[in-house]
Each structure stands twice: as C-alpha cells, then as structure tokens.
C-alpha cells in the first residue's frame, strides 16, 4: 500500500515561505510527477514527504498513518536522488544489500533480494564495481536497485535524470515507467521537464511558488489547462498566448493557441505573417512566424508543420486558430 | 589551444627545478654529508666530500642516549596526535554537517590563536606546568602539543567533511541507518583518506615542534629537538656530532614522510580543487 495524503502542509525557512499551504491526495499505485520550474517548492515537497525536512505545520499520512513526525527510516519509502548518492567505498552489492542489513535481514535472504534486482536492472555482471567504474545510467540504476530491495510503500524520485545525456535519459525514462508497471508501486517524481512529467505520469502536480497550479492526467493538463501558468508549461513547444485584438475577437484577455493547433495557408487566412526561423526535426518543422500589424503581446508565434512543410526563412504565410482547441482566459489568468 | 613546450623550454625548466629543489634540500644533505666527517674536517670549511667515518654515530649513542628522547618523541607526537583527532573529529563533525551561524567565527577564532607568537604566551604556560608538576613530563608536553596543533587539525578535518555530499547521509538515513550506523557504516570509511592525512601531518608537526619541547623539559620528557639541541653545550660546538643527531633525529620522519607523501599532499590539496 502507499497513499499518501498532505493536509495544510506548510513550509518555510525562516522568514522565506517555500509552501505556503498544500493538500494533496496521492493514490495507491499512482505515477505522480511534481513539476514546475526551479524554486517552486517540488523538491522541498518531496523532501517533506521524505521526512528529510520538517514540516512547519500541517499533516502528512501515509496509508491513514500520521508519520508527521516521523524518521525518514520509519516511512517505508525509499528515494533515488538527483546525484544517485551511492556510497562510493561499497560495491554494488553493498550498496544495494545497504537498506537491507540496516533492517537487520538475514544474509541468504539479502543475497537472494541483492541478485533478484540486480537481474531486473541489468546489473548481474557488474556487483563487485564501484559505483565510481560504472556509467552514469547504470549508476542510477544502482541507486533504483537499492530503492527496490527495501519493497517501500512508495518510491520517490529528485529528478532523477537530470544528470543523464539526452539518448539515456529516454532509456531510462522508459526504464522507470516499465518498473512502475511492472512493481505497481506508488512513484512521485520531480521533475522540472514537462516532456518527462507527459510522458511518465498517471497525474501530474504542476507547482508554482509551493502552490499547486493544477492536478490532473497529462492529457486534461493538455487539453484544459486551468490557468495561464499551466497553459504555457505543459506542451512543448509552448503555448501560444495572444492578448490584445486577437484575443478581444474571442472575448477573452488573452487566448491560447497550440503550436499544432494553427491551420497554415499560403493565400488567406485570419493572421498574416513570415516566415523567420524554420526548425526541421524531419517528422515535423516548427516555424517561428513574425505576425504582421498585429498588437498581441508576443514578438513571434510558433507553429507546428507537418513533416518537411516546405517552407523557408521570408515565406508569408496566413495561420488560422482551431476554434475547437483555443483556449482562452480571463483578466486574472484563470481559464474561462 | 593548448599549450606547448618545445624540448628546449622543457630541459630549461627541469633545470631550473632541480636547482630549487637542491637548494631547498641543501641544509638537509649538508648536514647528512657533515654527519660522515671528523670533527677537524667538519670545522675546515665548505666540503661535499666526507671521510666517511662512522664515529660520530657511535658516540652520539654511546655518549648521549639516543634511543630515550627518540621513544619520548614517538610517545609525545603520536599521543598528542591521537588526543587531538579525538577532539577534533566530532568537532569537525558538528560544524561540517550541523553548522550554526556562528561556526565561521569559531572556526576563525580558532585559526587566529595560531596568529599569535607562542612566545607571548611562554611565561603563564611556564608558571602553570611548574605549579602543576607538569615540566619535564610526557603527559604535559602531549597535551601541550595537542594544544597548539588542534586548530589546524579541525581546520583540515572539517574542510575534509565538508567533501562528503550530503545526499549520502540522507541517501542513508532513508535507508535506515541509525545515526550510529551511519557513523560506522557511511560516514567513517569515506572520511579514512582525510583522517589519515591529517593524522600524519599532525605527526610530522608534533615531532619537529621545538620551541615548546625545549623550553618545558629538560631529561626525562626531552624529545629529539631537545636532543639535538643539547649538542650546542657549553663545552663547544660539536659541528659533526650535531649533524650525526641531527640526522638521526629526522630520519623518522623523513623516511614516514617519503612513504606517505601522495596521501600527504592529497590532504593538503583537499578541497582546492574539485
């Protein structure tokens, strides 16, 4: 089991309020990711959770058990940091069998967990390393391993893979996702990488200045992004957001148009713009398009062509918003 | 770009170090030279070419006895170094891993008792060993080198603790090690190489100490910089006896220094580059 609730927690160093005041329900079995930019408060929420930092009021519940007040140890959880933080004199096997001789098990036991994740995470041939002789993904899975033995209520993840290069980092997404289906374990992740987060999550926690923006699956963050905030966050590449005429057409403050959601047209259309920088991923070319005499906030519009597009740095071009998929906002940000 | 060094510049530059290197060495060959010459050969003048002769050893010890200050160097510098790393280490510990707003100025203020000129405090630190039986004792002179080298041993021992990512610990304490285990466990073997190299410094300084070791001993505590110190007598100066105590003196440490240089220069390094 590993539910894990957040009731009116607090947070702050000194005079500098990190979280203000959050509640949050987190389900059994659930891929949460806590996203956000940098300094919003998703590591120190974690780190709460954790019992690594206490709280400054409020109550945290991990299934119905107050452990508020708790030794991180006394949790059931287990956590992979950001910098693996193996224990760098002991072999794999050690570091792995580490939580395990700390709850005083017996050796063959030990021996038979130890070699059972060490199968899963490919790391058979490599026990008596040092974490200092492996590579940076298998490192990480190291530090997953020692995170398994322990059979936690709940994993936690501080942003995991951000030490990673590009290619392994996408391995070791798809790694921890597998793990997750695979374990059916409850996974909070933080993140500050919103393709991350689409990609892993069952719910994601979008936090802005230890406020929860918005909680939801990937898609509905998507599709109906309650505030400005979440709007230009979630999506890559980002959220067009317009303000001024084109937004009082559709009666709002400022409207929201995806990059993949503007129809292109070389003859007519509702803005007219050229063509500055074309980016050609091959799949797809993302156009960055100078709209002409129009007063909307934003010096450029990004738009998402399919496959090769054909067009060229000084093209003109018209772009027309899906009215099914514009979203658009009020005076104070929040969705209408 | 990188850059090069054409032969030429190399060959010059080694030249140039191993001139640097000679003269910084020269008092230490010269005085192991002279060691090897009779006395008249010792007081004729400059001369790298020694008789040779053993003699000086063989009176050093059968005159004097050698072997008494070399065991009361031995018992002072590795006690006062064990007592200091006793003291130091859980204060290194607390100010590395629990620091305060004040652990800056502790750490300063303690730097700053080296500052002062031991000679400043001679005569109160004289009156105190005499009026508690502590002049010309081991025990007073471990303590008092404990003393004078704990500033520099918490100062090395802290900035070594300082290393130890504290994700490690915390990586520990979520996997349920008590502060006992985590201590034992994670903490001490990643601290051994700092511990170690303070430990030998700390060595290499309490054994060359002279000024507090000759002022507070005389027979029984005298260690060998009291030794070598009494061959300045009255009597005369004994330039190739002194030479052969001399030796006699530093070749401890000289050849524990040879031994343990990388571990050496690894401590005093620590932390200046990451």
Known sequence: MGKINLEHVSKSFGVTSIIPDLNLDIEDGEFVVFVGPSGCGKSTLLRLIAGLEDVTSGTIRIDGRDVTQEAPAKRGLAMVFQSYALYPHMSVYKNI??????????????????????????????????????????????????????????????????????????????????????????????????????????????????????????????????????AGFIGSPRMNLLSGAAASKYSAETIGVRPEHLLISRTEGDWKGTVGVAEHLGSDTFLHVHAEGMDHGMDHITVRAEGEAGLNPGDTIYLTPDAQKLHRFGKDGIAL | MARTASTGQKIAWTVVAWVIALVIFFPILYTIITSFKTEPEAIAGISLIPSGTFQNYIDV????????????????????????????????????????????????????????????????????????????????????????????????????????????????????????????????PMAVPGIASTLLLNIILAWNEAFWTIRLTTTNAAPLTAFIASFSSPQGLFWAKLSAASTMAIAPILIMGWFSQRQLVRGLTFGAVK
């Open chain 1, 97 to 230: 069998a580490f939580p395990l001789k700390m709850a005083g098990e017996d050796k063959t036991l030990i021996d038979r967990k130890v070699k059972d994740a060490a199968k899963v995470l490919n790391l058979t041939n490599y026990l008596d390393r040092r974490p200092g002789q492996l590579s940076g993904g298998q490192r990480q899975r190291v530090a997953i391993g020692r995170a398994i033995v322990r059979q936690p209520s709940a994993f936690l993840f501080d942003e995991p893979l951000s030490n990673l290069d590009a290619a392994l980092r996408g391995t070791m997404r798809l790694e921890i996702s597998e793990l997750h289906q695979q374990l059916k374990t409850t996974m909070i992740y933080v993140t500050h990488d919103q393709v991350e987060a689409m990609t892993m999550a069952d719910k994601i926690v979008v936090l802005n200045a230890g406020n929860i923006e918005q909680v939801g699956s990937p898609l509905e963050l998507y599709r109906s992004p309650r505030n400005l905030f979440v």
């Open chain 2, 61 to 188: 010890e059968t005159q004097r006895d050698y072997f008494r200050p070399f065991m009361n160097s031995v018992i002072i510098s590795l006690g006062s170094t064990v007592l200091a790393l006793i003291v130091a280490i859980p204060a290194a510990w607390s100010m590395a891993f629990s620091p305060t707003r004040r652990t800056k100025d502790i750490l300063m203020w303690m730097l700053s008792t080296k500052m002062m000129p031991a000679v400043a405090v001679l005569v109160p630190i004289y009156l105190l060993f005499r009026d508690w039986g502590l002049l010309d004792s081991r025990i007073g002179l471990t303590v008092m080198l404990t003393l004078i080298n704990l500033p520099i041993v918490v100062w090395m021992l802290y900035t070594y603790f300082r290393e130890i990512p504290g994700e490690i610990l915390e990586a520990s304490r979520m996997d349920g090690a008590s502060l006992w285990n985590e201590i034992i466990y994670v903490l001490t």
